[in-house]
């Protein structure tokens, strides 16, 4: 059962990768520039700021939930959504022209969820035999 015996160390190294998104919240221009390589756009500001420390309070979460056990199953199926939904996100602008350039620059951020997800549902796959 590797996904189960390792789930304390995924959901401490996947939650503290998540937690890095929170520089948003603090410095949206400098995660910009420097993450993604964008420019700061300050009409947006309110936005990035607000997708920065939801996602880097779903990373503080996730590794919260290693230690408090009663926590986990809704903290994992926040996280695995929230994660599939930014991969869905990724994919289907893939070919759209203008969103294309972008699309780079998100690549690291998508490894990240996917790999996440995949965990998350070798996990549940793992449970779900366990007690049949």
């Known amino acids: 059962m590797f996904f189960t015996k390792n789930l304390r ?4 190294v996947g939650g503290l990768i998540t937690m890095i998104a929170a520089i948003y919240a603090f410095n949206p221009a400098f995660a910009l520039k420097q993450m993604n390589g964008l420019e700061f ?3 947006y500001v309110f936005l990035f700021r607000h997708w920065g420390i939801m ?7 996730i590794v919260a939930s290693a230690y408090k056990v009663a926590w986990r199953e809704p903290i994992i199926l926040f996280s695995f959504l ?6 869905y996100l990724f994919f289907s602008n893939f070919f759209n022209p203008e969103t294309a350039y972008l699309n780079a620059k998100f690549i690291p951020f998508v490894i990240t969820d996917v790999t996440m997800c995949l965990y998350t549902l070798g996990y549940w796959y793992e449970q779900r035999k366990s007690k049949i």
């Not at 929230?82 to 991969?87: A, D, T």
Request: aromatic fraction near 16%; hydrophobic fraction near 65%.
């Open 41 to 43: 756009d300050a009409q």
């Open 82 to 87: 929230e994660k599939l939904f930014m991969v």
């Open 9 to 12: 160390v995924f959901l401490i």
């Open 55 to 61: 996602v880097g309070l779903t990373g503080l979460f």
